[in-house]
């Protein structure tokens, strides 16, 4: 088991560049989410989702858009990078009693 | 109001310490709350889950104050490897709410 993939792990861009997140789990569980960690302000919630085909907006939405087409995979994609989404991104898949995280993907928008 | 506040600390104490984080939750509705450790740099790895009134495991304690709406962590005889930062998490709905994070730093 490899519990929760992210991939990349360290990425820079420019501002107005375009990217995805890669997200992937293998214990087929139906929840997964995504978070930005930011010094002081903790994990927030970005999307999530309870199941393939089914999305939802979180805490801090704007600025990222997912999909969720198979159980396993959950990508999150910047339109159009700012350098106020410079931060960690934490991808997170969930049973019910607990929640597995991703290593995370530090990001930097220049 | 935030929906899980905590007292980010640092707490700074020696080796064999005991320490307490209080973490307060704003909805009453609440039913699962769990305690996360993140080690710098690293993911968050679930630490204790609660319930009911508490639980414990080993050198760590939680306990559950539904009047109050508060969860605390006890540490007790706090080792070198303690030193990170605890999260607090409470999910509410489809989505999970996690705290600011409480620093700990054990010296030698």
């Known amino acids: 088991n490899a519990g929760v993939t992210q991939t990349p792990k360290f990425q820079v861009l420019k501002t107005g560049q375009s990217m995805t997140l890669q997200c992937a789990q293998d214990?087929?569980?139906?929840?997964m989410s995504w978070y930005r960690q930011d010094p002081g302000m903790g994990l927030r919630l970005i999307h999530y989702?309870?199941?393939?085909?089914?999305?939802d907006q979180g805490e801090v939405p704007n600025g990222y858009n997912v999909s969720r087409s198979t159980t396993e995979d959950f990508p999150l994609r910047l339109l159009s990078a700012a350098p106020s989404q410079t931060s960690v991104y934490f991808c997170?898949?969930?049973?019910?009693?607990?929640?597995?995280f991703g290593p995370g993907t530090r990001l930097t928008v220049l | 109001r935030k929906e899980v506040e905590q007292d980010p600390g640092p707490f700074n104490v020696p080796e064999g310490a005991t320490v307490a984080f209080n973490c307060t939750y704003s909805?009453?509705?609440?039913?699962?709350f769990f305690w996360y450790r993140q080690d710098c740099r690293k993911e968050p790895k679930l630490l204790m889950s609660?319930?009911?009134s508490g639980n414990e495991d080993g050198r760590f304690t939680a306990q559950l104050n539904r009047a109050s709406q508060y969860i605390s962590l006890l540490i007790r005889d706090s080792k070198l490897s303690d030193s990170a930062t605890y999260l607090c998490?409470?999910?509410?709905?489809?989505?999970?709410?996690f705290g600011t994070g409480t620093s700990l730093t054990v010296i030698p």
């Open positions: 997170a898949s969930s049973s019910a009693d607990e929640q597995f």
């Open positions: 214990m087929n569980h139906e929840y």
């Open positions: 989702s309870v199941g393939a085909g089914i999305t």
């Open positions: 909805n009453s509705a609440s039913q699962s």
């Open positions: 609660v319930y009911s």
């Open positions: 998490v409470v999910p509410t709905g489809n989505q999970f709410y």
